[in-house]
């Protein structure tokens, strides 16, 4: 794969430089592409990807500015649009070798999508989409994400069978070398199933030992319907499910068996006080509307972290989303910290006054109130015998 990646710098270079002459102007400038060209390989071929990656960044900006404004001669478009192609090639090659996978990913999606003239860009593209979704599998297996593992490996495979059929009506010695390699990544992904299924069984294990009966029951459903694993898949699997049922479901099957009906309480004063806890639930509507104005104001922060993400690995359309994204969220923060505010505030107040309410009417006189403190309030209770 080294001498096809060096083959496609060099097409890159024949295209972009070939038929270059004329005044340039402000997008097609050949002195700045024929610079900004030289650095992104001197970065790249000295292992200093995440500099490459940014030079790539500025160079297929050129690029794609010169052909969307038509200022490239028209007997030399065909020529920098493989440029284009071969530049986005090398930016997700960087992004990959700097081990940031998930921006490799992106940069190769658009590339795929692109329909590149040269097969040659398509199948490696291919080739590395499936590498890098391996790499995003490895990362979640660490991360204890064992679903999205398997997805990723599922992702890898699936790039793999469209890339043997790329290749199945070609002969060549790149061929040969792209049909080698696919053997052995396909090798690479089962060790990481397999891996990723070993952790699994290992997190499982190491929860059912501490009774953590609802996260080992959610690790067993992942490995079982996910992993396809079985009693026979390993036989750290089948002692797994062995332990499981004697720890958690016997367990429960026994607490269950000498649960004792609680007694009926029942509230002398149950009619009086009935406003207060009208107030009680006006404040707690407040804190669920907070919940969940929290979640979603949450959710376009992380879509805004993403698209931010996205544009700094290079996919530069995402910027102007993020941006977008940023002021849609304005002072939304502010309004979901003014309702947890409001909706603590009369839920308190609610409570002190049904607490109040329930004990006006006993033998035993007590006394509830709010005191103010710098802080808010401070509730006060005292009963007298």
Known sequence: MQSTTRTLVVIASVVLFS?????????????????????AEAAYAAGDYSAAVLHYVELRSILKSALEAGEV??????????????????????????????????????????????????TKARYRMAETRLCLAEQATTAGNYETAAQEIREARQQLAVLASLLRDQDDASTAEL??????????????????????????????????CERAK?????????????????????????????VCVAKTAKADDHKETPPVVTDE??????????????????LLAASITDAVVSA??????????????????????????????????????????????????????ALYELTSGDDESAQVGLVPTTDGFMGQMSWRF
């Open 73 to 122: 001669p028209s007997d030399t478009v065909e020529g920098v649009t493989g440029a284009l192609h071969a530049t986005t090639y090398q930016l997700g090659r960087s992004n990959q070798l700097s081990e940031n996978c998930d921006g490799a990913v992106l940069v190769y999606q658009e590339l795929l999508t692109q329909n590149a003239s040269a097969l040659s860009i398509l």
């Open 19 to 39: 038929g270059l002459s004329g005044q340039a102007n402000a997008q097609w400038d050949p002195t700045r592409i024929q610079e900004t060209k030289d650095a």
């Open 179 to 212: 049909v080698a390699d696919s053997l052995k990544l396909e090798g690479a992904l089962a060790t990481a199933q397999t891996d990723a299924l070993d952790k699994l069984t290992k997190d499982a294990h190491w929860s059912v030992q501490q009774k953590e």
């Open 300 to 353: 376009q922060i992380t879509q805004y972290e993403d698209l931010l993400a996205t544009c700094r690995a290079g996919v530069v359309t995402r910027c102007e989303d993020a941006r977008a994204e940023y002021r849609s969220i304005g002072s939304k923060p502010d309004v979901v910290l003014a309702l947890y505010i409001s909706g603590g505030i009369v839920t308190a107040g609610g409570l002190a006054w």
């Open 218 to 246: 959610s690790l067993l459903d992942v490995g079982q319907q996910t992993f396809a694993a079985t009693p026979n898949t390993s036989g750290s699997w089948q002692v797994l499910e062995s332990d499981y049922q004697s």
């Open 269 to 286: 004063n149950s009619d009086l006080g009935w406003l207060s806890w009208v107030v009680v639930g006006a404040g707690g509507a407040t």
